[in-house]
């Protein structure tokens, strides 16, 4: 009787140490609203502006998720719910330090942010892929 408690034991144990192991390589990226965009604690960090049914939108995410192990440096957020205009008249954010001042043109847009302070935008999938290709 002793034997077979601890063979299951055994068992829970291994199985408990695969399920850690799964859960613990599954990376997720963060998703924050755009209020909290300097708020983060960090020095250098990425922000992704999305709309949940932009095909480039999702191909991007799924990107990140497959290829980074840095998506601790990545947040996103979702624009549908906020004005934006894609227009002619393009703003770049570089400079901005406060969120109402971020105007957002096309979804995917990638800001790269740095002491609070947005030092680089790049629009566009196959962009952000090639900016990220050369980053990491």
Same mark, same amino acid.
């Given at each position: 009787m002793w034997m077979f408690i601890r063979i299951l034991i055994c068992l829970f144990e291994v199985l408990h140490y695969i $399920?850690? $192991?799964?859960?613990?390589?599954?990376?997720?990226l963060c998703y924050i609203n755009i209020q909290e965009i300097f708020l983060i604690n960090k020095d250098n960090y990425y922000v992704i502006f999305f709309l949940p049914d932009c095909m480039s939108c999702l191909t991007l995410n799924e990107y990140l998720e497959n290829s980074f192990s840095h998506l601790d440096l990545f947040y996103l957020i979702d624009i549908s719910d906020y004005e934006y205009t894609n227009n002619l008249m393009q703003k770049n954010n570089v400079g901005v330090s406060c969120y109402t001042d971020i105007q957002i043109n096309s979804a995917p847009t990638l800001l790269l942010i740095k002491s609070k302070i947005i030092i680089y935008q790049v629009e566009g999938l196959e962009s952000i892929h090639s900016y990220l290709e050369e980053q990491f």
């Open positions: $399920i850690g $192991i799964t859960d613990s390589h599954k990376k997720e």
